[in-house]
DNA sequence: TAGTGGTCTAGACCACGCG
DNA sequence: GCGTGGTCTAGACCACTAT
């Protein structure tokens, strides 16, 4: 039987399913609230199996498109749409997604051997040398972003010669062949300090929503390690997630509920 | 040929496996960093078929505890991060989850007219009947978030026959029979109003850690939709996404820590 | 009872990483 | 070249929803 893995133009037929359903729901042809059709109906339509079909599904699914629920069809929700992964990722990336033009003035880079929680953060020994590059980034040209990456001596010798104008340095690593594939953030506040103050021009102790972030290739070594402060007003940050999305062993039993 | 769709204790075969391989990461079988055995191997293993065995695994992906990449075996990343979608849902199981003492008062509860605003973020029509419900709410007895949350009608009758004393308004609900399978948070700063001062005994004009949730039944039918308001210091939110699929979990800082 | 999504199998071929 | 994960198929049974 033929199997031709992907359509003749290159396309993966799972993604081809679900830009397809993606850009149907957007346009309204299924509005939000209604029914999709079923998965054997857009297998056939689209001329793939159920498995291809469930596969694209399952990538709205994750993207809060849509939910689903043995025993009827799946729901449109509305047009909520979480951040990808690449406007997780960058600054750079973020804002252009939002229609605005991202900037940035390198204030410092300075390489030095990585204290504790450094070295821990990017799985190297005590003392092992890191670069530490200082930014202000803005959209507009207005600063709304103070950034603090350090990298491992591996990645931060790419960083250091890259030309000083360079907007995005996420996006001159991966082209440089570093790969970023999996990324915890944390999300919280922090109060600005002298560097913030002078960066930003806000208020000694303006209070900023900070975001930290360590970043993994495939093999699980950090690639990059970053804390950002941000102006309040300035960014939202925005999460879908779903009980089928993220289910692991956590059964709970039978029916112990509690008030 | 055999397929009884799960043990026969009942369990499903995906999550069977994917909890193994969770525990023997944990368990540090599989440290942070070397690489899990090929899926056919693990598939013979357990007795399954490649692709439950596939199930399982991009279910321990999605919450960060490995990676995969074509071509090489799977890479271990670390232990565990995610977090379930019921502690993010809920204050309450948030609190359970890190060993802390949840606590709530209702401070007020209205019946209104929905607002615009109001009315378009739970689907209804303007001028619609909703619930709105302010709360305090303490870990160990320490105010540290006000929460504001919006109820439909039909949601919102449940809600006010609650006993003045119920400490979690969700699981109430999930004991009704409410469904809550999706959720689409907003994560910003904002500055404390007269209610925020008076309940958290805060300064006027204190910049909080504002998350705004709607949260949604299976046919897309919005539940609840809630703003609530953190003291500096006292939470933090943290996502883990890949190129697959990102999670939202929150975590507990202590107030007036340093990051 | 019919329809639908969830689970599972047993194959197959393809694309990539590495020795 | 070979091992590995990524994609895809065709079919099956099960669990749940709605009629």
């Given at each position: 039987?033929?199997?031709?893995?992907?359509t003749?133009?290159?396309?993966?037929?799972?993604?081809?399913?679900?830009?397809?359903?993606?850009?149907?729901?957007?346009?309204?042809?299924?509005?939000?609230?209604?029914?999709?059709?079923?998965?054997?109906?857009?297998?056939?339509r689209?001329?793939?199996?159920?498995?291809?079909?469930?596969?694209?599904?399952?990538?709205?699914?994750?993207?809060?498109?849509?939910?689903?629920?043995?025993?009827?069809?799946?729901?449109?929700?509305?047009?909520?749409?979480?951040?990808?992964?690449?406007?997780?990722?960058s600054?750079?990336?973020?804002?252009?997604?939002?229609?605005?033009?991202?900037?940035?003035?390198?204030?410092?880079?300075?390489?030095?051997?990585?204290?504790?929680?450094?070295?821990?953060?990017?799985?190297?020994?005590?003392g092992?040398?890191?670069?530490?590059?200082?930014?202000?980034?803005?959209?507009?040209?207005?600063?709304?972003?103070?950034?603090?990456?350090?990298?491992?001596?591996?990645?931060?010798?790419?960083?250091?010669?890259?030309?000083?104008?360079?907007?995005?340095?996420?996006?001159?690593?991966?082209?440089?062949?570093?790969l970023?594939?999996?990324?915890?953030?944390t999300?919280?506040?922090?109060?600005?300090?002298?560097?913030?103050?002078?960066?930003?021009?806000?208020?000694?102790?303006?209070?900023?929503?900070?975001?930290?972030?360590?970043?993994?290739?495939?093999?699980?070594?950090?690639?990059?390690?970053?804390?950002?402060?941000?102006?309040?007003?300035?960014?939202?940050?925005t999460?879908?997630?779903s009980?089928?999305?993220?289910?692991?062993?956590?059964?709970?039993?039978?029916?112990?509920?509690?008030?």
């Open positions: 039987m033929r199997q031709e893995q992907g003749p133009d290159g396309e993966l037929r799972y993604r081809k399913v679900a830009a397809e359903l993606r850009e149907a729901i957007i346009a309204g042809e299924y509005a939000a609230g209604t029914k999709l059709p079923p998965e054997g109906t857009l297998a056939e689209y001329g793939v199996s159920r498995g291809t079909v469930r596969h694209a599904l399952a990538v709205l699914r994750s993207d809060g498109l849509v939910t689903s629920r043995r025993g009827t069809r799946r729901t449109v929700l509305g047009g909520p749409r979480a951040q990808s992964f690449s406007e997780l990722l600054f750079t990336n973020w804002a252009r997604s939002i229609g605005e033009t991202p900037g940035g003035r390198v204030d410092s880079v300075v390489r030095r051997p990585a204290e504790p929680f450094e070295a821990g953060q990017l799985g190297l020994a005590d092992a040398e890191v670069h530490l590059v200082l930014r202000v980034r803005t959209l507009s040209g207005e600063p709304v972003m103070v950034e603090r990456s350090l990298y491992p001596a591996r990645i931060g010798e790419l960083v250091a010669e890259l030309p000083p104008d360079t907007v995005s340095h996420t996006e001159a690593l991966v082209a440089h062949g570093v970023f594939t999996d990324a915890d953030h999300i919280d506040l922090a109060w600005a300090d002298a560097d913030d103050v002078r960066l930003l021009d806000c208020p000694p102790g303006q209070v900023l929503l900070r975001e930290r972030r360590r970043t993994t290739d495939p093999e699980g070594a950090p690639v990059e390690w970053s804390e950002d402060r941000y102006l309040p007003g300035t960014i939202a940050f999460v879908h997630n009980v089928a999305a993220s289910t692991l062993g956590r059964h709970h039993s039978p029916r112990g509920g509690k008030g």
